[in-house]
C-alpha cells in the first residue's frame, strides 16, 4: 500500500501563493508518477499537474500552466505545488494522487491523499 498526506492548504487572499506538499510513504517502489487534482463544490475532479519520479518530467492543465509548478524532492519522498497569482477560481480541494504514470485521467491513479483545502478569497 502507499499513503499520501498533504499539506499547506489555507485561507488567503486573490494574488497570494501557497505550496502544497504531498508525502508518499509505505510502497512507494510501485509509484512511478504523482498528479495533484482539485474539486471544486459541485464540480468534476479536475486534473492540475503532474510529475514522474525519476525522470522529472512535468505535465499541466493548459490553464494553469504558467501560475502553478509541480516539483518533487525524491530523497524526502515529497511532491510539492507551488501556486502563484491565486484566483477565487482555484478555490478547491487539492487532492495528490500516485500512479504508474504521469497522466491527466484521475482513473490512472491509485492512491489518493485526504485532500487539502485552498480558499482564495477576492
Known amino acids: 500500500q502507499v499513503q499520501l498526506v498533504e499539506s499547506g492548504g489555507g485561507l488567503v487572499q486573490a494574488g497570494a501563493s501557497l505550496r502544497l506538499s504531498c508525502t508518499v510513504s509505505?510502497?512507494?517502489?510501485?509509484?512511478?508518477?504523482m498528479g495533484w487534482f482539485r474539486q471544486a463544490p459541485g464540480k468534476e475532479r479536475e486534473f492540475v499537474a503532474s510529475i514522474n519520479w525519476r525522470g522529472g518530467s512535468t505535465y499541466y492543465a493548459d490553464s494553469l500552466r504558467g501560475r502553478f509548478t509541480i516539483s518533487r524532492d525524491n530523497a524526502k519522498s515529497t511532491v510539492y505545488l507551488q501556486m502563484n497569482s491565486l484566483k477565487p477560481e482555484d478555490t478547491a480541494v487539492y487532492y495528490c494522487a500516485a500512479g504508474v504514470s504521469a497522466g491527466t485521467s484521475r482513473w490512472e491513479y491509485a492512491y489518493w491523499g485526504q485532500g487539502t483545502q485552498v480558499t482564495v478569497s477576492s
Open positions: 509505505g510502497r512507494t517502489s510501485i509509484s512511478e508518477a
